[in-house]
């Protein structure tokens, strides 16, 4: 399991079942007792990290013979995590010592909901499965999320000003807040500093457009998630989130909100920017936190930088632009957006084997501030990423080739499909009101020039 929260869910789920006495091993609860209660076959299912599984805490157990015997499968749980976080969780690329030590007996099996071709091979290849492994394939297709692809407009990605829409229904129409109208919302951005950065504007933004609304209460409606929380902060956020009338309406999360979290009324899940890692396997990950529940549906929306799009293709009222093929790669070009940080404990920045770049293209010349033109950055896409961004045709269509989806289900959707196949799923967007933009999010620092103005001002 590739989280603690991931192996929480399960370990409850596992303990409804008759017969099944699961053991949940993590950092805090290993201990030699329960090393021994492991090893002495007292629970029937072992729920542990890749860290712990190839421990030497763990060896002493996997090498004894009568534990040994007992073992009848291995299951790796989101098993495309081998390839997109094997380059920083290394104990990843050593599943196959784990195999080693419990033998060639053991049966061993890995699922996930997003593994493209590349990605399976890496997946065979890091935890030693034969090359003539079975690979079962199921519908990964969830109809009752429908897709919208959005532009952002240049130069306005660390201003958080696309993510107005989130909060647009925050009050009635007297103009008095209501956090209940505000569909339960999870933004997810790379970095921890870019998550820290996108609430403060977004909180200041609330306070904004509901004037009546104390500091407080727009901390108590949008709340920061990442790896670095405390653990018991998380679990106070998550608990509360979990609950139907929460008070909480928006989480912006790093991909520590990206697995394991099992919340079913889920609304409205949004990407901002482009992932630095594994592209639309991301993406579709982070879709999949929405509606999880019975009979429901959920919007998911992916605010692009605007770079992105080939300026080839007019833009519609919304920015939103179509697409147009290109050429297979010939060179490679890096990409850093406006909100990316080096310090990203959850996925840090990494270019990644979906990452290949492509042949040049006529278009915008405009340079970035890291030097790049935009054509320069849109070489830089993953193929895929750009197809699924600039598509005329059906997003979802383009997505589940990419996932290896052989044939797509032609049952009747509970919800419209994506934007390009209904037009009408980009009116979810909201532009920020001309009034709002011209207050700042973040009072001047002290010992500064605008700090002595704005005093001088108000003396």
């Known amino acids: 399991m590739p989280l603690t929260r991931v192996g929480q869910g399960q370990y409850e789920k596992l303990r409804q079942l008759k017969g099944c006495r699961p053991c949940l091993l993590t950092r805090k609860t290993a201990c030699p007792?329960?090393?021994?209660?492991?090893?002495?076959?007292?629970?029937?299912?072992?729920?542990?990290?890749?860290?712990?599984?190839?421990?030497?805490?763990?060896?002493?157990?996997?090498?004894?013979?009568?534990?040994?015997?007992?073992?009848?499968?291995?299951?790796?749980?989101?098993?495309?995590?081998?390839?997109q976080w094997g380059h920083w969780r290394t104990q990843y690329n050593q599943l196959h010592v784990l195999r080693s030590r419990l033998g060639c007996s053991v049966a061993w099996f890995a699922c996930s909901a997003t593994l493209n071709a590349a990605t399976l091979d890496e997946i065979i290849e890091k935890a030693s499965f034969d090359t003539h492994t079975k690979v079962i394939r199921t519908s990964v297709d969830r109809p009752e999320i429908s897709i919208t692809i959005l532009r952002m407009p240049a130069r306005t990605k660390a201003s958080c000003d696309s993510l107005f829409f989130t909060i647009n229904k925050a009050r009635d129409a007297d103009g008095v807040y209501t956090p209940q109208r505000i569909p339960k919302t999870i933004i997810f951005l790379d970095?921890?500093?870019?998550v820290i950065a996108a609430v403060d504007k977004l909180r200041a933004m609330l306070r904004q457009h509901c004037q009546t609304l104390s500091t407080k209460d727009s901390q108590r409606c949008i709340k920061v998630y990442h790896a670095h929380l405390a653990e018991t902060d998380k679990n106070l956020i998550y608990e509360q989130f979990q609950r139907e009338d929460s008070f909480i309406r928006i989480v912006i999360a790093t991909d520590a909100m990206g697995l394991g979290v099992d919340i079913l009324d889920i609304a409205v899940v949004v990407q901002y920017g482009i992932p630095s890692t594994d592209g639309i396997s991301t993406v579709v990950q982070r879709w999949g936190r929405a509606a999880r529940g019975n009979d429901r549906v959920a919007t998911a929306v992916w605010l692009v930088d605007s770079w992105a799009f080939e300026p080839s293709q007019a833009e519609d009222q919304h920015g939103v632009s179509p697409s147009v093929q290109r050429d297979p790669p010939t060179q490679l070009a890096s990409v850093a957006g406006d909100l990316s940080d080096e310090d990203?404990?959850?996925?840090?920045?990494?270019?990644?084997?979906?990452?290949?770049?492509?042949?040049?293209?006529?278009?915008?010349?405009?340079?970035?501030?890291?030097?790049?033109?935009?054509?320069?950055?849109?070489?830089?896409?993953?193929p895929k990423v750009h197809a699924v961004i600039n598509t005329t045709t059906c997003r979802r269509t383009t997505i589940l080739d990419f996932l290896g989806e052989l044939s797509h289900r032609q049952l009747p959707s509970p919800s419209p499909c994506c934007d390009n196949c209904d037009e009408s799923l980009r009116n979810v967007y909201t532009p920020l009101p001309s009034i709002y933009k011209a207050t700042s999010t973040r009072a001047p620092r002290k010992n500064t020039h605008a700090k002595a103005l704005i005093v001088k001002l108000t003396d």
């Not at 090498?63 to 989101?78: C, K, M, S, Y």
């Open 191 to 194: 970095s921890r500093r870019g």
């Open 344 to 382: 990203s404990s959850d996925n840090d920045s990494h270019l990644h084997h979906e990452l290949t770049p492509r042949a040049p293209v006529r278009g915008s010349k405009r340079r970035a501030p890291n030097g790049q033109s935009d054509e320069e950055k849109r070489l830089a896409l993953a």
């Open 33 to 83: 007792s329960l090393f021994e209660g492991i090893r002495a076959g007292r629970y029937t299912h072992i729920l542990l990290s890749p860290e712990l599984a190839v421990s030497r805490g763990f060896h002493d157990v996997c090498i004894d013979p009568q534990f040994r015997q007992r073992v009848a499968l291995v299951t790796i749980d989101e098993a495309h995590l081998i390839s």
